[in-house]
């Protein structure tokens, strides 16, 4: 007997050394993925860096504030945007044909020499969000004074996302005042209305583009830049080439109970009853699986991560349980693993001293690529099991883009492009937690890819939509070579 558990015990422990062995040696071949860092042999472009960052002062001047109410859009602000550009992109104006979709998106068609290649499409925003203007004594320069100063250009939407149409269109002009013609055509649009959804902007812009009959290569859109110091313990900046974004839906949580006077209460109130369904849901998350988009981005990182970390990625295959509750614990992370779940409204009594019959949450979920409207429908409809709650869906809602390919030539493109540009990074295929004017091209596009060329670090991260938003004169310079070499590409 006791031979034989020493047997048993000698076998387990040659298995947990060749266990070991396994993990330290995937551990050691699990490298970088090498990227090329070239743009087809091509120097990057020369680009005057005070002419583009007074170019984007002058854009950051209009006042271009979008709102779901159409009737307190300045529209005057608009159209001056759009004089501006034609003033500081002469060439662009007049070489390229230029189509006003809704009146206020330009769409610009640079003819490329060979018509039968399909081409590509790079798209941006010009509307912006309001300043927060209780706070705008917090502002270091107004808003709209577009002031360049200390290095860096001031002023909302100088990040989101008029630093990167300026930027694409100085890439054009500077090209065009060199000759250069495209083989494929490329073109440009500029949404008017993302930030409030994209129905009269982009949605028409492809409307437009299916009327045609023009398909694209791929879409370059916002969604997420070069982030340094923003991923813990990652060494190096991550250019974060984003290949999906989440889809979207809310959902109401009605409770409802007997009211009456609030001297009187009684025993289930509908508001305790609502409660208790949002402790459930919290309690009782969308499952989120390490798999998909989601690994491909933590593949292609891990290699640059401490060794604790860099041991867990490389053997996913067995440690995907772990990795994925542990990337549970971070908000950031667990919006990449998961579906979120996001009680943001609550409604019950209109008066203190009244019991509320009714009362109701709105939870906001961002769809996860792996999820479908009804299948997180039917997670709710499971967890809360409770016949005095009811779940009501007024069938709107959308799911995830589709996942954009990272072995295309596009991907490759933009990788080594921003390797060419940025130097020593990390290029991996992210996921857009936002909404962005991008998925409204996947109808009209093989691949949509989501990235701005510009450095962003963590104290950038509260000037998105926040206070004294800015971008560096040097980044401008830097999203100009890249958009002029992922041109001279086509
Ligand atoms: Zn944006």
């Not at 300043?131 to 270091?140: E, G, I, V």
């Not at 091209?441 to 800015?470: C, K, M, T, W």
Request: a negative charge; one cysteine or more.
């Amino acid at each position: 007997m006791m031979k034989w558990i020493g047997r048993l015990g000698l076998l387990v422990l040659i298995g947990l050394v060749c266990l070991v062995g396994v993990l330290l040696w995937n551990t050691a071949r699990y490298t970088l993925a090498p990227t090329a860092q070239s743009t087809g042999g091509a120097p990057l472009l020369r680009v005057g860096a005070e002419r583009v960052a007074a170019k984007l002062g002058n854009a950051l001047r209009h006042q271009t504030v979008s709102s779901v109410d159409p009737n307190s859009v300045r529209k005057d602000a608009f159209t001056a945007f759009l004089d501006q550009i034609a003033d500081d992109f002469p060439r662009v104006h007049a070489q390229f044909e230029r189509r006003l979709i809704s009146g206020l998106t330009p769409v610009f068609h640079w003819q490329g020499r060979d018509p039968s290649l399909p081409p590509v499409l790079l798209i941006g925003h010009y509307d912006v969000v309001p300043p927060l203007l209780n706070n705008r004594s917090q502002w270091a320069y107004p808003p709209f004074d577009g002031a360049v100063a200390e290095g860096h250009v001031w002023g909302r939407g100088a990040l989101d996302n008029k630093g990167a149409v300026i930027s694409a269109l100085e890439a054009a002009e500077l090209m065009l005042e060199t000759g250069f013609t495209p083989e494929r055509s490329v073109w440009f649009a500029f949404g008017h209305d993302e930030e409030v959804g994209g129905a009269r902007g982009a949605q028409q812009v492809v409307s437009y583009f299916q009327s045609q009959g023009v398909q694209f290569e791929w879409v370059l859109d916002e969604g997420s830049m070069v982030l340094d110091g923003i991923v813990p313990g990652l060494a190096k900046p991550l250019a974060s080439i984003n290949t999906a974004e989440k889809g979207y839906m809310s959902v109401d949580l009605v409770a409802r109970s007997e009211g009456g006077h609030s001297s009187l209460p009684t025993d289930e109130l509908s508001v305790e009853i609502l409660a208790e369904a949002l402790v459930n849901l919290r309690d009782n998350p969308v499952p989120g699986e390490y798999d998909g988009v989601t690994k491909a981005f933590f593949d292609a990182i891990g290699p640059a991560m401490p060794f604790g970390q860099r041991v867990a990625f490389a053997n996913s295959w067995i440690t995907r349980g772990v990795l994925a509750s542990a990337l549970s614990g971070a908000n950031t992370t667990n919006a990449m693993l998961r579906t979120t779940t996001a009680p943001t409204m609550l409604q019950a009594s209109p008066r203190e001293n009244v019991l509320p019959s009714e009362a109701r949450a709105t939870i906001n979920f961002r769809l996860h690529p792996r999820d479908t409207v009804d299948g997180v429908l039917a997670h709710l409809r499971d967890v809360i099991a409770d016949e005095r709650v009811d779940v009501v869906h007024d069938g709107s809602g959308r799911p995830a883009s589709a996942v954009s390919r990272v072995d295309s030539a596009g991907y490759a493109l933009l990788s080594s492009t921003a390797s060419a540009v940025f130097g020593d990074v990390i290029v991996a295929p992210g996921l857009t937690i936002a909404a962005l004017d991008a998925r409204h091209y996947q109808v009209i596009a093989d691949d949509i890819y989501r990235f701005n060329p510009f450095l962003f670090d963590a104290s950038d991260l509260p000037r998105l939509h926040g206070l004294n938003e800015r971008v560096s004169i040097d980044n401008l310079v830097k999203a100009v070579q890249f958009y002029a070499a992922v041109i001279a590409a086509q």
